[in-house]
């Protein structure tokens, strides 16, 4: 079973910088993909950046030029840049991975979803 903890939301004013934190453990054999989630009180979950194994990076426009995600050596810790916050950013922020892991005879397809971090911009 894999697992994903993400940490580092808090609360910031306006015009701050957060960095969001997400770990991934269990048995994983590799991952394809990870990517931050957010949703916000009486909305819909949306994407806001990914990550391939292969280093290629995806953004949501509302958040592109402010925010930076980017992946540890080792590819199972992913990070989330926030500069520039803005109240709209206020969220819970979700970490997302999927990849192939082995439970010791066989190798597995999953998808998995942190708890989420609660990131607040005051204005």
């Known amino acids: 079973q894999v697992q994903l903890v993400e940490s580092g939301g808090d609360l910031v004013q306006a015009g701050g910088s957060l960095r969001l934190s997400c770990t991934a453990s269990?048995?994983?054999?590799?991952?394809?993909?990870m990517g931050w989630y957010r949703q916000a009180p009486g909305k819909q979950r949306e994407l806001v950046a990914t990550?391939?194994?292969?280093?290629?990076?995806k953004y949501a426009d509302s958040v592109k030029g402010r925010f930076t995600i980017s992946s540890a050596n080792a590819k199972d810790t992913m990070y989330l840049q926030m500069n520039s916050l803005k109240p709209e950013d206020t969220a819970v922020y979700y970490c997302n991975a999927d990849g192939t892991y082995y439970d010791g005879s066989v190798y597995s397809s999953f998808g998995a979803r942190g708890q989420g971090t609660q990131v607040t911009v005051s204005s």
């Open positions: 269990g048995r994983i054999f590799s991952i394809n993909t």
């Open positions: 990550i391939s194994t292969g280093g290629s990076t």
